[in-house]
T-cell receptor, first 116, second 112 residues
Framework: DTGVSQDPRHKITKRGQNVTFRCDPISEHNRLYWYRQTLGQGPEFLTYFQNEAQLEKSRLLSDRFSAERPKGSFSTLEIQRTEQGDSAMYLC??????????????FGAGSRLTVL | RKEVEQDPGPFNVPEGATVAFNCTYSNSASQSFFWYRQDCRKEPKLLMSVYSSGNEDGRFTAQLNRASQYISLLIRDSKLSDSATYLC?????????????FGAGTRLAVHP
């Protein structure tokens, strides 16, 4: 599979627990994005990496959220002390270098989080 | 005010109909525009970019009005397989080389 992979696909957790999601982008893509989507809404931007550098973070990304991309390949999104309002689909997307012909933003299938 | 606003629909149309969706954006600095399609419980996928002069891809036509900050998508000869949510997307950087801002989407249901 050469697309964007996300793991786990579904996570059910109790309020207050920590959860971590992993994203493996398309191998030649240097840019990686995290979005969050709730029912009836479009994806909301959370954060953006170019290689290993986190270049932009949304105000939605509270101090309970942290994202990393340590070697410029896969990325993790961790949510600490989860709240019921964190229940959503967490989408990862990647795209290639400017003018590379691989500039289309390609999404993974998402990680669905349910906080009880 | 949301950065990108769309009529949520649903638009219920018969096969073969022509349907148009509209979208407005609030940031006049927006430079790049796209339509994405999202099937139920699936990830969004790029449908088409929107260029200043307007552009067409088969049965789909996209228009941009920068003065009114308005984007449209026209679907001709609707097919059952066109049933999906259509997301209007803008970016502040030409080519969309930074975050993309998504609208909430317009739901289309095409019936026999």
């Amino acid at each position: 599979d050469t697309g964007v992979s996300q793991d786990p696909r579904h996570k059910i957790t109790k309020r207050g627990q920590n959860v971590t999601f992993r994203c493996d982008p398309i191998s030649e893509h240097n840019r990686l994005y995290w979005y969050r989507q709730t029912l009836g809404q479009g994806p909301e931007f959370l954060t953006y990496f170019q290689n290993e550098a986190q270049l932009e973070k949304s105000r939605l990304l509270s101090d309970r959220f942290s994202a990393e991309r340590p070697k410029g390949s896969f990325s993790t999104l961790e949510i600490q002390r989860t709240e019921q309002g964190d229940s959503a689909m967490y989408l990862c997307a990647s795209r290639g270098r400017v003018h590379s012909g691989a500039n289309v933003l390609t999404f993974g299938a998402g990680s669905r989080l349910t906080v009880l | 005010r949301k950065e990108v606003e769309q009529d949520p629909g649903p638009f219920n149309v018969p096969e073969g109909a022509t349907v148009a969706f509209n979208c407005t954006y609030s940031n006049s600095a927006s430079q790049s525009f796209f339509w994405y399609r999202q099937d139920c419980r699936k990830e969004p996928k790029l449908l088409m970019s929107v260029y200043s002069s307007g552009n067409e891809d088969g049965r789909f036509t996209a228009q941009l009005n920068r003065a009114s900050q308005y984007i449209s998508l026209l679907i001709r000869d609707s097919k059952l397989s066109d049933s999906a949510t259509y997301l209007c997307v803008v970016s502040e950087i030409p080519g969309g080389y930074n975050k993309l801002i998504f609208g909430a989407g317009t739901r289309l249901a095409v019936h026999p």
